[in-house]
T-cell receptor
Framework: GNSVTQMEGPVTLSEEAFLTINCTYT??????LFWYVQYPGEGLQLLLK?????DKGSNKGFEATYRKETTSFHLEKGSVQVSDSAVYFC????????????FGSGTQLTVLP | DGGITQSPKYLFRKEGQNVTLSCEQN?????MYWYRQDPGQGLRLIYY???????QKGDIAEGYSVSREKKESFPLTVTSAQKNPTAFYLC?????????????FGEGSRLTVL
């Protein structure tokens, strides 16, 4: 079956530091890959996505590249802000699956001023 | 503005009681979903519905029930048979029944069993 593995948190960084959150996956076929973000007390929001190998998703300064050879979709940001503090979820969607997404366990990010 | 509205935001229940969580969307989306979120864990799918009057069990459906009488509404009942119901519940919708993977989420309902 499908699965998503994220680096365990929590991750604590100082403002303007570089961020990487690792995500690897197992899936049949050619899944689409996603990063969702959950701010405190809220539901999840789509942050970025990539639908085929070598695609790069980007939004709000965050980037992730779909690497089929390493089955990875690592999230990066060059300079984090306090407002980026949230939980980040990596997810995949397999072709033909009406159940939609398989989520990773989430990574808590705290950015200190 | 279009979106998903969940209510109540916070709910307390005594053991042995059933409770119903409301989820309404005005996005005209076909598919709707219920997820459960526990601390330090990812989201687990409870039920999903691709069309009115039809729904399927997800990975952790035991102790839960749903209905889909209207396209806009997908209420979740947490029954007394659910052994550990304290959790954060998230409702979501998607534009089609396929696998676009882009879900729109409500703000969640936090259920606490006393």
């Amino acid at each position: 079956g499908n699965s998503v593995t994220q680096m365990e948190g929590p991750v604590t960084l100082s403002e303007e530091a570089f961020l990487t959150i690792n995500c690897t996956y197992t899936a049949t076929g050619y899944p689409s890959l996603f990063w969702y973000v959950q701010y405190p007390g809220e539901g999840l929001q789509l942050l970025l996505k990539a639908t085929k190998a070598d695609d790069k998703g980007s939004n709000k300064g965050f980037e992730a590249t779909y690497r089929k050879e390493t089955t990875s979709f690592h999230l990066e940001k060059g300079s984090v802000q306090v407002s980026d503090s949230a939980v980040y979820f990596c997810a995949l969607s397999s072709s033909g699956s009406a159940r939609q997404l398989t989520f990773g366990s989430g990574t808590q990010l705290t950015v200190l001023p | 503005d279009g979106g998903i509205t969940q209510s109540p935001k916070y709910l307390f229940r005594k053991e042995g009681q059933n409770v119903t969580l409301s989820c309404e969307q005005n996005l005209n989306h076909d598919a709707m979903y219920w997820y459960r979120q526990d601390p330090g864990q990812g989201l687990r799918l409870i039920y999903y519905s691709q069309i009115v009057n039809d729904f399927q069990k997800g990975d952790i459906a035991e102790g839960y029930s749903v209905s889909r009488e209207k396209k806009e509404s997908f209420p979740l009942t947490v029954t007394s048979a659910q052994k550990n119901p304290t959790a954060f519940y998230l409702c979501a919708s998607s534009i089609d029944r396929g696998n676009t993977g882009e879900l729109f989420f409500g703000e969640g309902s936090r259920l606490t069993v006393l």
